[in-house]
């Protein structure tokens, strides 16, 4: 026995020296861990979450080019319900009665006395019977001739106005008056295949030198609920 006690004393003591000291445990393993990424996170959530003074400017400017937008829009609407409203609907036999007097036939009166005013026929364009209703309106050989001529003649009346004159300074537009009683002329008369309202003598009034005066506006038809000139001046056949 006391053999054995001195061998296997020195041996346990080797081993204990050689297996040292046991490293101590951590009180809180996953405290420190889980507590530091919050904090590490929490200035970015905070940044993202208040808006630069860019930003804020960038959104008042979008909220302000889409509340311009809008208005744009609602004026635009308001602008083609107004014109749908002013529209005459067409009419296959023309028989639409035009006002003897409204601001549009005004407004086209008005650029024709500025066209004898101003020796411009192109400013009473306007006021004028347009070709293309014109060449199916009228039953005669070669319509579109015929209107080139009336047009001629219109412009040659425009000039021979102006000339009427020897100066025309200082000359307002008054107003236009309807001539005749309108009457409906038919299909089949005074060579027309459609059938329109027709007036005589409308007055082109003007003041000038602090007097009134009167250009006769000698033949207007109707179409589509407007009045147009096909003759000017009395229309004297070649």
């Given at each position: 026995m006391t053999?054995?006690?001195?061998?296997?004393?020195?041996a346990l003591l080797?081993?204990?020296a050689?297996?040292?000291?046991?490293?101590?445990?951590?009180?809180?393993?996953?405290?420190?861990?889980s507590?530091?990424?919050?904090v590490?996170?929490?200035?970015?959530?905070?940044?993202a979450?208040?808006?630069?003074?860019d930003?804020?400017?960038?959104a008042?400017a979008?909220?302000?080019?889409?509340?311009?937008?809008d208005a744009s829009?609602?004026?635009?609407a308001?602008?083609?319900?107004?014109?749908?409203?002013?529209?005459?609907?067409f009419?296959?036999?023309n028989?639409?009665?035009?006002?003897?007097e409204?601001?549009?036939?005004?407004?086209?009166?008005?650029?024709?006395?500025?066209?004898?005013?101003?020796d411009?026929?192109?400013?009473?364009?306007?006021?004028?019977?347009?070709?293309?209703?014109?060449?199916?309106?009228?039953?005669?050989?070669?319509?579109?001739?015929?209107?080139?001529?009336?047009?001629r003649?219109?412009e040659?009346d425009?000039?021979?106005?102006?000339?009427?004159?020897?100066t025309?300074?200082?000359?307002?537009?008054?107003?236009?008056?309807?001539?005749?009683?309108?009457?409906?002329?038919?299909?089949?008369?005074?060579?027309?295949?459609?059938?329109?309202?027709?007036?005589?003598?409308?007055?082109?009034?003007?003041?000038?030198?602090?007097?009134?005066?009167?250009i006769?506006?000698?033949t207007?038809?109707?179409?589509?609920?407007?009045?147009?000139?096909?003759?000017?001046?009395?229309?004297?056949?070649?």
């Amino acid at each position: 026995m006391t053999t054995s006690h001195h061998i296997l004393g020195p041996a346990l003591l080797l081993l204990a020296a050689c297996a040292g000291p046991s490293a101590p445990s951590d009180p809180h393993p996953s405290t420190t861990t889980s507590a530091a990424a919050p904090v590490a996170a929490a200035p970015k959530a905070t940044a993202a979450a208040a808006p630069t003074a860019d930003a804020k400017a960038d959104a008042a400017a979008d909220a302000a080019t889409a509340t311009g937008a809008d208005a744009s829009a609602d004026a635009s609407a308001d602008a083609s319900a107004a014109a749908a409203a002013d529209a005459v609907p067409f009419v296959k036999d023309n028989k639409v009665l035009p006002p003897l007097e409204s601001e549009e036939l005004t407004a086209r009166a008005r650029g024709l006395f500025e066209a004898i005013v101003n020796d411009d026929p192109a400013k009473g364009e306007p006021f004028w019977f347009p070709k293309e209703p014109f060449i199916p309106l009228k039953d005669v050989k070669g319509p579109d001739r015929y209107w080139d001529n009336l047009h001629r003649t219109f412009e040659r009346d425009v000039h021979a106005l102006h000339k009427k004159r020897k100066t025309w300074e200082g000359a307002t537009f008054e107003s236009f008056e309807v001539g005749s009683t309108p009457k409906w002329v038919p299909p089949g008369d005074e060579a027309n295949k459609i059938g329109y309202y027709r007036s005589f003598r409308g007055k082109l009034r003007y003041r000038i030198e602090g007097k009134l005066s009167t250009i006769e506006v000698h033949t207007i038809i109707s179409w589509q609920g407007k009045w147009y000139i096909t003759h000017l001046s009395k229309f004297k056949k070649k």
